[in-house]
């Protein structure tokens, strides 16, 4: 490794550290919701929680309209003093349609709770709002990650950790409903947190929005929306063949390795993932034949080898702390299906690094849904025909399809520009 790759790597170990920080107080809240509210959940309810968290992800997706890989290659082409105009049409759009996505699940979960399919009928108010908050703050995020404002998340999150902490213990002493609670009380902070940034980024005094950057990052953007609305279909189907299909013991095994996991994503994956974006677009740009984010995909492997046992670790440790009264025995399957799944998912954005290389995101899109199409198949097939642990086994694989997909797809994008164009017909020789 030569000077300039150690100097790339550190840049980005440095980066993905920034964004681990910033993320370390939201893990430390979820682990903290997970200890106060999985003790007096039913198995029924910790399933619930999953399976919403995974229905208003995928309606919360075909919500964003796939504007942000679009919006953050409009910063990097045109420079961050003039994304005002762009930055206002994004949040408008996307907040109205996130009150629109709210509204629609839990029109959705009412209705199932009227035949008696739902439990949770005190946390639905709150969805829309939930919906609002959610889009918005993912704009503002992605502006700050754009323009390499990690640190900002950091001391945000760290300032807001104790106020989540106090607001839940408060709506719990309130005796709200825990789930209820839990999302009311990250609507809250989502609040001030958006509120903070908006602030920051200037946007507020910015007038006048830009209908040409929308027009171009819907074009870009769909492809990217149409692959991440089917891997987020796709995990829905797992968190409704675990909720619907198995028994009452699964459903709660399946629930707790959710909230287990999570901190997983946050902490390891998350970051990662929001350090690649920070980081991408300036290596194409260094080397467009795609050599060097290449070494930075290939790097990317010890990413799931360390993620493996990091994993495993941290849900025992939740386990351990929190406690749960769910049956942990039959929750070790799903864990392990969890975190397979969890590092598939930031291993398949170092691996797909050739559709940001031709700004097209159709072939991954094919990808997701295939690999949509064998969740919503196999997977309650197998639930009910030879049951909840093999079905996880096959959750576990499906994923790691997508992400081999991807990588030879990378691979011979990166080789086809590597080739020199063939000399023209009409060129004679001298």
């Not at 209705?111 to 959610?134: D, F, K, Q, S, T």
């Not at 079905?391 to 691979?411: D, G, N, Q």
Request: aromatic share 10%.
């Amino acid at each position: 490794m030569d000077a300039s790759e150690r100097r790339h790597l550190q840049d980005f170990l440095g980066t993905w550290r920034a964004f681990a920080v910033a993320a370390l107080p939201s893990m430390l809240g979820s682990v903290w919701a997970t200890g106060r509210l999985g003790a007096s959940m039913s198995s029924i309810d910790l399933a619930e929680w999953a399976l919403l968290v995974a229905l208003f992800t995928v309606v919360g997706s075909i919500s964003q309209f796939g504007i942000k890989p679009g919006y953050m290659q409009e910063v990097s082409d045109r420079g961050g003093e003039h994304r005002y105009a762009a930055l206002r049409a994004a949040l408008v759009t996307v907040g109205a349609s996130g009150v629109v996505a709210g509204a629609i699940v839990a029109g959705l979960l009412y209705g199932l709770a009227a035949y008696g399919h739902w439990h949770n009928v005190a946390v639905l108010p709150w969805l829309p709002v939930y919906g609002l908050l959610a889009n918005i703050g993912m704009m503002f995020h992605t502006d700050l990650r754009i323009l390499g404002g990690a640190r900002v998340l950091a001391i945000i999150a760290i300032a807001t950790f104790p106020l989540f902490v106090a607001a839940l213990e408060l709506m719990l002493w309130l005796g709200s409903d825990p789930l209820a609670a839990f999302f009311a009380t990250q609507c809250a902070i989502s609040l001030l947190v958006v509120a903070l940034l908006a602030a920051r980024s200037g946007v507020l005094q910015a007038t006048g929005m830009d209908g040409r950057f929308l027009r171009r990052a819907l074009v870009m953007g769909l492809p990217v929306m149409g692959g991440l609305l089917a891997k987020y279909v796709a995990d829905f189907a797992v968190s409704g063949t675990f909720r619907w299909g198995v028994d009452e013991a699964s459903a709660g095994g399946y629930g707790l390795s959710v909230r287990v996991t999570e901190p997983l994503m946050m902490l390891y994956i998350g970051s990662f993932q929001m350090a690649w974006g920070a980081h991408v677009y300036g290596w194409i740009k260094e080397s467009p034949s795609g050599g060097l984010v290449a070494q930075h995909s290939a790097r990317s492997w010890w990413l799931a080898g360390m993620g493996l046992p990091l994993g495993f670790l941290v849900a025992w440790l939740i386990i351990i702390v929190t406690d749960p009264t769910t049956d942990t025995s039959m929750a070790w399957w799903f864990i392990a299906m969890m975190v397979s799944r969890t590092l598939a998912f930031g291993m398949a954005s170092a691996m797909g690094f050739g559709q940001t290389l031709q700004r097209n995101y159709r072939m991954g899109m094919r990808y997701a849904l295939i690999e949509m199409l064998l969740s919503v198949t196999l997977l309650p097939i197998t639930a009910v025909l030879v049951g909840a642990k093999t079905a996880a086994a096959v959750a576990a694989v499906i994923p790691w399809l997508t992400v081999w997909r991807l990588r030879a797809m990378s691979r011979l994008t990166v080789a086809a520009s590597s080739v020199p164009p063939a000399p023209s017909s009409s060129a004679r020789p001298r």
